[in-house]
């Protein structure tokens, strides 16, 4: 009963910061002509409007709960010198502002928008162009940040932040953001239980999607084109990769998703197309590729040393210049099942496979891979040969790569 | 020599061949870029056709040509003629009526539904390496009386140039893999005429980066104008070279 009552006591006592919580305009016809003022005057809670207009104020700090509306995407300029939010509080909300030119340092991480230790911060629907990080949240927990728009115009990797930057945080939910022209689109690093969903993310310098160190993440439904590399998984493990787009990640040292020192990963059902390496894979363990369409990649898949336990399953391997190629001995993995456009075998008892086995990596790519000077070699005659030799003296190809059943039709 | 070339050119035309063979690059190039749309697949088919088909009709339509008119040049030669006019009137003849109709055939296609700068490429290629092909040809043949023995030794050359020498490269770069071989490539490659039109299509086809560091190296060589410069030289002395060869070995050819 006294347990009921200091209960209800208690929420007495936190019943006027509610009641009290008020919406502050802020703009040049308004009593705060800075946002800056309007937050040393505001109380715990309140809610800011900003309405349309240009603010250049230096670093807005925010060291209590509120939340932050623009209205009709007012500006904030970092004039190229400065980081231009800074979080401190718990349960910020940000929307609807458009952030510019924060200041680039090869000393501090300046963001548009940073948030230090906090949780229940939400960001959504902001504009943030020119930025060198755009939004960066260290050390936080419980987070959302979803349909924001940043986008990015320098070119050179060393002058560029990422567009979304997450350090030791927990629980976060990126969703519906569109990411341009950053050095790397997402950047996790010992990031865990976090959700990336839907989000579009083309044309960054380096990575579409960079993981470091995390692990428990999923990434679903998002679409990586045209960056420097699609997405990047490394030194992490239990990270989900379903229903995502990679399309044309093409360059000389290019590919969709690079997998590099992972374990009990799931890749299902993304569609890899355009990319100069679909998957490219090295030191990892118990690795699940199911359900996924390799479409007209130079290498489907390329497997380096080291990759142990996977399973390669029930994927189609359409018009790629090579499906699969490797370096070296390659640990077990398991290529069973999948649909093999350049498969020619034949199905006599018509139960849906394949009746003799299909070796997906063929000589010449083999060759290639030993020495890649004879690239120069492409589409050449004497590859072709080579190709079609190799099936009447299968010698050379790895015999440990090979489908036992592939799929005759399209799955 | 006009008129003798008149002659050869009209002489070709009469037999249908070429009439054919035009036609039949445009039927393929038709086919192949309606079945698949502008895409870099169709490309590479139209690819292989250049390098394939191209040098091979031409290689053996150029030896079986001047076999069959072998009498005809022996009856001219009674007049007051000179051998290598003769001789460069049939080259050119060959080489400009079969370059013409590969140019209609696969030109026209491309004009419609691929125009680009690899379909340049692509044209040039082919006239060139029909070019080659035809003075190579003729090199082979004048070397022999017999017909047979000529269409053999020219399909010979052809396989040559298509698969011998890219092996016999592929088996020099094995055996130095480990030593930074780029630039020596860079020169074997050169020497081949096919090698040199390919590099040059693939060079301008988003397919290059699958070529790695080798293909940067080399884009770098070959979309400079030293570059283009010394890939297109190269091309026409293999032109100009085996028709002089021919042309000196013709001359004091006992008939």
């Known amino acids: ?411 | 020599m006009r008129r003798i070339l008149k002659y050869v050119m009209f002489d070709i035309l009469r037999n249908r061949f070429v009439i054919g063979y035009c036609l039949f690059i445009m039927l393929i190039t038709f086919g192949l870029l309606s079945l698949e749309e502008g895409s870099s697949k169709s490309t590479l088919s139209l690819l292989n056709i250049v390098l394939l088909v191209v040098p091979l009709i031409s290689i053996v339509f150029a030896t079986i040509h001047f076999y069959n008119s072998y009498e005809f040049m022996e009856l001219l030669l009674s007049q007051p003629v000179r051998r290598s006019t003769i001789l460069y009137s049939e080259y050119f003849g060959v080489s400009c009526s079969l370059s013409v109709a590969f140019a209609i055939g696969m030109g026209v296609p491309l004009i419609f539904l691929n125009q680009g700068l690899v379909s340049i490429y692509l044209l040039l290629s082919g006239i060139v390496l029909t070019f080659v092909f035809v003075s190579i040809a003729l090199l082979g043949a004048v070397n022999s009386k017999d017909k047979a023995r000529g269409i053999g030794t020219s399909l010979l050359l052809w396989f040559f140039f298509t698969a011998i020498y890219d092996g016999l490269v592929l088996l020099i770069l094995f055996s130095f893999s480990d030593y930074p071989i780029e630039k020596y490539l860079l020169a074997f490659i050169s020497l081949n005429p096919i090698d040199l039109a390919r590099v040059a299509i693939l060079l301008q086809m988003d397919t290059a980066v699958l070529m790695g560091y080798t293909g940067a190296v080399f884009s770098e060589f070959f979309n400079s104008w030293e570059g283009l410069l010394f890939s297109s030289g190269l091309l026409l002395l293999w032109a100009i070279l085996p028709m002089l060869l021919t042309v000196r070995i013709f001359k004091r050819k006992d008939l």
Request: with cysteine; net charge neutral.
């Open chain 1, 1 to 411: 009963m006294i347990l009921l009552k200091s209960k209800i006591f208690f929420l007495v006592l936190l019943l006027p910061c509610f009641v009290v919580a008020e919406t502050i305009h802020v703009g040049t016809s308004y009593k705060y002509k800075t946002i800056k003022s309007a937050i040393s005057h505001s109380k715990n809670n309140d809610t800011l409007l900003i309405h349309k207009g240009y603010y250049q104020e230096g670093t807005i700090l925010i060291e209590k709960p509120l939340t932050i509306i623009g209205q009709n995407y007012p500006i904030l300029d970092g004039l190229h010198k400065i980081e231009i939010i800074s979080i401190k509080s718990d349960n910020v909300t940000i929307s609807g502002l458009k952030l510019i030119n924060s200041g680039k340092s090869d000393v501090y991480d300046l963001a548009a928008i940073r948030v230090y230790k906090n949780k229940n911060i939400k960001i959504s629907d902001n504009e943030l162009e020119n930025n060198f990080f755009g939004i960066f949240l260290t050390k936080s927990d419980h987070c959302t940040i979803t349909n924001n728009r940043l986008s990015s115009t320098e070119e050179k990797q060393n002058d560029s932040g990422n567009g979304i930057h997450l350090l030791y945080c927990s629980n976060i939910l990126i969703e519906n953001n569109h990411i341009a022209g950053h050095r790397d689109g997402i950047y996790f690093e010992f990031v865990t239980e976090s959700i990336i969903q839907k989000n579009i993310s083309e044309g960054n310098i380096r990575y579409g999607l960079h993981f470091m160190f995390s692990s428990d993440d999923v990434y679903q439904e998002n679409t990586f084109r045209n960056n420097g590399a699609g997405v990047a998984v490394m030194f992490s493990f239990k990270v989900k990769m379903i229903n995502n787009r990679y399309e044309h990640n093409w360059g000389a040292s290019s590919y969709g998703l690079l997998l590099k020192e992972i374990r009990d990963g799931e890749i299902t059902g993304n569609t890899f197309e355009k990319n100069t390496t679909g998957i490219s894979m090295e030191g990892t363990t118990r690795i699940t590729v199911s359900q996924n369409d390799f479409i007209q990649n130079g290498w489907g898949i390329r497997i380096c040393g080291g990759c142990d336990q996977g399973i390669i399953t029930k994927n189609n391997l359409i018009g790629n210049s090579f499906d699969v190629s490797t370096s070296g001995s390659t640990l077990s993995n398991d290529f069973t099942g999948n649909y093999w456009d350049k498969y020619m075998g034949y199905d006599l008892n018509k139960d849906g496979f394949g009746d003799t086995p299909f070796f997906p990596v063929n000589l010449s790519s083999i060759i290639l891979e030993r020495i890649p000077a004879s690239l120069l070699f492409l589409h050449s005659f004497v590859l072709d040969l080579i190709d079609q030799s190799e099936k009447l003296l299968p010698q050379l190809i790895p015999q440990n790569i090979v489908d036992k059943k592939p799929i005759l039709k399209k799955i």
